[in-house]
C-alpha cells in the first residue's frame, strides 16, 4: 500500500480519482472471473423470470376472482 501511494504522489499528472488509481495499482482493476461474469448473467435472467411469474400470478389471481363468489365470513348465529 505504501509503494502504491508513493508512486500517487510521483504521479506527474494526478488521476481524477485516487480511489481509481489504488485498485489498478493494487491489481483490483483486473478482468473479472468468468464464472462471475456468467452468475451475473443468470441473476439478471432470474430477476426476469421473477417478475414474469408475478405479473402471471397477478394475472391468474384476476381471472380467478371472476370465477369465484366472493368469500364472506360465516357467522355462526
Known amino acids: 500500500l505504501s ?3 508513493v508512486a500517487l ?5 494526478k488521476p481524477n480519482s485516487a480511489l481509481d488509481f ?9 478482468p473479472e472471473n468468468p464464472e462471475i461474469e456468467a452468475l451475473r448473467l ?6 426476469e423470470k ?3 411469474v408475478l405479473e402471471e ?3 391468474l ?6 370465477y369465484e363468489p366472493p368469500q364472506e365470513e360465516k357467522r355462526d348465529e
Do not use: F, I, R
Not at 9 to 13: A, G, H, L, R, T
Not at 61 to 66: D, G
Open 3 to 5: 509503494a502504491v501511494l
Open 9 to 13: 504522489y510521483e504521479e506527474p499528472e
Open 22 to 30: 489504488l485498485k489498478h495499482h493494487l491489481g483490483a482493476s483486473t
Open 42 to 47: 443468470e441473476v439478471a435472467e432470474m430477476k
Open 50 to 52: 421473477y417478475e414474469a
Open 57 to 59: 400470478n397477478k394475472k
Open 61 to 66: 389471481k384476476t381471472k380467478l376472482a371472476q
